[in-house]
């Protein structure tokens, strides 16, 4: 399977945003990647359910629904009344980690666990082979347009080791300062999805950044 670009909304025109919408829709990418913030586990609040479900009825594309949010239970069945596709959460937000993901699955969602930098890939041992998508966070969750941490690398080899080893289909995502100077090697490390938010929309010719970003 070829890499999947997944455009960060949080970087988008909020003032016209089915503008934006509309050309992820024209664009080469895959998925919208949408997060969402509480103020809480992370430090900035960013949208919820009125703008997820507008952006539903626009995008031709499936919703990546990053949670950046403390007890993601609670809405499991909010997001997916709203539209999400792939539900993420983060580990450090969940104290039974089966269990969020089972019930994100029994929604009818595909389900994704987010690690932040600190924290280590061992600790998805045991849920490997029950997820979708590990997001691999390469920048602290809360903003976008941060530098991308380095050590990224050597995680997402020793990911796809993992990943291998118990013949899981889980999909790794990078998530922060993805750019046209790394990109190519995280894919050559295992990376199958990029969030991309500021590369994306503060390029001249955001079109042909998401065309780039799909070429190996
Ligand atoms: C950060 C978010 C990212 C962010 C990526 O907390 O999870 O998805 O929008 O933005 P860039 O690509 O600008 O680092
Ligand atoms: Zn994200």
Not at 70 to 84: I, L, M, N, S
Request: net charge neutral; glycine share 6%.
């Amino acid at each position: 399977m070829s890499h999947l670009i997944a455009p960060s909304v949080l970087s988008a025109n909020f003032a016209n945003l089915q503008s934006d919408i509309e050309m992820i829709n024209t664009s080469a990418a895959d998925w919208f990647h949408v997060d969402v913030m509480d103020g809480v586990f992370v430090p900035n609040i960013s949208f919820g359910f009125p703008v997820i479900k507008a952006l539903k009825k626009l995008a031709k594309k499936p919703l990546d629904v990053h949670l950046m949010i403390v007890d993601p239970d609670k809405y499991t069945q909010a997001f997916k009344e709203v539209g999400a596709d792939i539900l993420t959460l983060h580990i450090e937000a969940c104290n039974h980690l089966h269990r969020s993901i089972q019930n994100i699955k029994n929604c009818g969602m595909k389900a994704g666990v987010a690690i932040n930098p600190h924290t280590n890939i061992s600790l998805l041992h045991d849920v490997i082979t029950d997820i979708d998508l590990v997001c691999v966070m390469s920048v602290n969750p809360g903003f976008g347009g941060q530098k991308f941490i380095e050590n990224t690398y050597d995680k997402v080899k020793s990911l796809k080791q993992l990943i291998v080893a118990k013949n899981s289909n889980a999909l790794i995502e990078i998530d922060g300062g993805v750019d046209l100077t790394n990109y190519k090697k995280l894919i050559s490390c295992g990376a199958n999805v990029l969030v991309a938010g500021n590369t994306v929309f503060s390029a001249q010719k955001p079109i042909e950044m998401i065309s780039q970003l799909k070429t190996v």
